[in-house]
Nanobody
Framework: QVQLVESGGGLVQAGGSLRLSCAAS????????MGWFRQTPGKEREFVAR????????VYADSVKGRFTISRDNAKNTVYLQMNSLKPEDTAVYYC?????????????????WGQGTQVTVSS
């Protein structure tokens, strides 16, 4: 069982930066695939980024490539999402997700565990 708690969301102006954190419980965190998704009202949850256990294999949505960076610190059981050059269209609730095996990175069904989400609002 893995429990995920996101933090770091908030209000930022366009062009600014935020770093989201996702703290995970569980002794086997280092072996889990971790992902970030986001969702705006009335829309489906959208894939943002994924990182494998080693940290060396990352995947990004085209919409955030070059602006967002996913990373993890297995010693702290934490995965991060560094978001730079933020745009108003990045406004969403951001969710952390985890899975023991992983699958297709951009599919919600590839992840077993989900956090409660943290709100990110980018003003123009």
């Amino acid at each position: 069982q893995v429990q995920l708690v996101e933090s770091g969301g908030g209000l930022v102006q366009a062009g600014g930066s935020l770093r989201l954190s996702c703290a995970a419980s569980g002794r086997t965190f280092s072996s889990y695939v971790m992902g970030w998704f986001r969702q705006t009202p009335g829309k489906e949850r959208e894939f943002v980024a994924r990182i494998r256990w080693s940290g060396g294999n990352t995947v990004y949505a085209d919409s955030v490539k070059g602006r967002f960076t996913i990373s993890r610190d297995n010693a702290k059981n934490t995965v991060y999402l560094q978001m730079n050059s933020l745009k108003p269209e990045d406004t969403a609730v951001y969710y952390c997700a985890a899975d023991r095996y992983g699958g297709t990175p951009y599919r919600e069904t590839s992840y077993t565990y989900w956090g409660q989400g943290t709100q990110v609002t980018v003003s123009s």
